[in-house]
């Protein structure tokens, strides 16, 4: 349970993480990753995770 609330709080909090702007209304300002590394390392640790824990009942 607590890294459910560990993702949603990375997740909310990658909202945040914006390259710096240059002038007003450049268009070339984006998001630096848009939390798609988060994303990936969470379901990562999710699916090794799940491994551990069915090698350990003997499913694998």
Known sequence: MKS?????TLLALSSFARA?????????????DGGISILLASGAALGAAKYRQMKKEGKV
Do not use: V, W
Not at 4 to 8: A, R, S, W
Not at 20 to 29: F, V
């Open 20 to 32: 710096q702007p240059g002038q007003p209304g450049d268009p070339n300002t984006a998001p630096l």
């Open 4 to 8: 459910i609330y560990t993702l949603l």
